[in-house]
């Protein structure tokens, strides 16, 4: 032990234990201090800083799958359902563990976030989904940051950094809309349609009059549905924009719906399990057995949206707001409160209308007058 004035105060300063430090070396030990004191330092404080300052790296080291698994366990409370979840998962496991996945997150830069990108041409063969990746390294370096396990910039963002290393998304890969039938084959398509017995016919047509995405009326309960004031309330936690949404339902859909047996609380469209809705690929089977496995049951809201546009004089609001889109200006969005459903209703009990009527060359002929005839 040393003892020293450091600073006008009297200091002791430990120079080791025997026999791991030997009188010689604490005699050199103690010259070192004394130097650095008559230098202006004080050692006992220099100590102290690197303590910190090694308590703090070791704190700070973190690999970016240690991150991305902290970032999933956060977030994934606000995400939609347990597949989306996976899907984070899957995909940050599958092309960016295995280049950055052992590294402290720190250290990863611009390069390692280009060659997950570019590897096996994953940017310019797979864009949609490397364009996912990419966001979603960004969003787990972002999440790092601010927890303080990395500083500076993050090396995934795209705008003014990325986009001027990588081909833009849309130059590299062309958007593939889902694809929908054109509005004046649908009268003699829902004929057809109709003609189809079972639950999974039942479910499209109602998807189609109602212009609703899949899961929310393979979704749908008795529970949401009030067939004397003909509205089906769907919550917000079944919505993509988390936020309820009142869909009025045309004389058809309630005919449709009144042919159904009803059980209190439980699924209107229910699967081959018991507790489980229609799948997906159920509405599926009915277009490829109509001979349309060229379409999509998701593309017929863009038959709607046409009909909207080019066959009535709705306004565009209307049309929005019935295909339940979030208003993409946010003052807009902040003024408008209510959700057009007295207009909404007429313009869907029209688009009911029109789906009845099959347009054929020089002549309309409504499906249930030429049905009688």
């Known amino acids: 032990m040393l003892r020293i004035v450091i600073g006008g105060k009297r200091r002791e300063v430990g120079l080791g234990g025997f026999p791991d430090v030997p009188l010689a070396l604490a005699r050199e030990k103690a010259r070192e201090v004394r130097e650095a004191v008559q230098q202006g330092r004080d050692p006992i404080a220099e100590r102290a800083a690197a303590r910190s300052a090694l308590a703090a790296q070791r704190g700070a080291e973190i690999t970016f799958d240690e991150c991305a698994e902290k970032f999933i366990s956060a977030k994934s409370a606000e995400w939609k359902n347990a597949k989306h979840v996976a899907q984070w998962s899957a995909t940050l496991t599958t092309y960016a563990s295995p280049v950055v996945g052992t590294m402290q997150v720190r250290d990863i830069e611009l390069s390692h976030i280009v060659k997950i990108l570019e590897k096996d041409d994953f940017w310019t063969t797979k864009t949609e989904t490397a364009s996912r990746v990419r966001g979603r390294i960004e969003a787990v370096l972002d999440w790092a940051t601010v927890r303080g396990y990395r500083k500076g910039e993050n090396p995934a963002r795209w705008k003014g950094h990325l986009d001027k290393v990588l081909a833009a998304p849309k130059k590299v890969q062309k958007v593939e809309h889902h694809a929908a039938l054109p509005v004046d084959e649908i009268g003699a398509f829902m004929r057809d349609l109709r003609e189809r017995e079972g639950i999974a016919a039942r479910a499209l047509e109602v998807l189609i009059l109602t212009a609703a995405r899949s899961g929310e009326v393979r979704g749908m309960t008795w529970g949401e549905i009030n067939l004397d004031e003909a509205v089906w309330i769907v919550p917000a936690e079944r919505m993509k924009a988390k936020r ?8 058809r859909v309630i005919e449709v719906l009144r042919s159904l047996p009803v059980v209190a ?11 489980s809705p229609l799948s997906d690929m159920t509405l599926t089977a009915v277009l490829k057995r109509m001979g349309r496995a060229d379409l999509t049951a998701h593309g017929f809201r863009s038959s709607f949206r046409d009909w909207a546009a080019e066959r009535t004089n709705y306004p565009r609001e209307v049309a929005e707001m019935a295909l339940a ?3 993409g200006d946010k003052v807009e ?3 408008r409160r209510g959700d ?3 207009k909404r209703r007429r313009m869907m009990e029209d688009w009911s209308r029109f789906c009845d009527t099959v347009q054929t060359t020089g002549a309309v002929v409504p499906i249930r007058a030429k049905d009688a005839a």
């Not at 609380?265 to 507790?275: A, D, K, N, Q, S």
């Open 244 to 251: 309820e949404h009142r869909v009025p339902l045309s004389v």
């Open 333 to 335: 969005a902040a003024y």
């Open 265 to 275: 609380g439980e699924l209107v469209f229910p699967g081959m399990r018991e507790g």
């Open 340 to 342: 057009l459903f007295e």
């Open 325 to 327: 889109h979030t208003i």
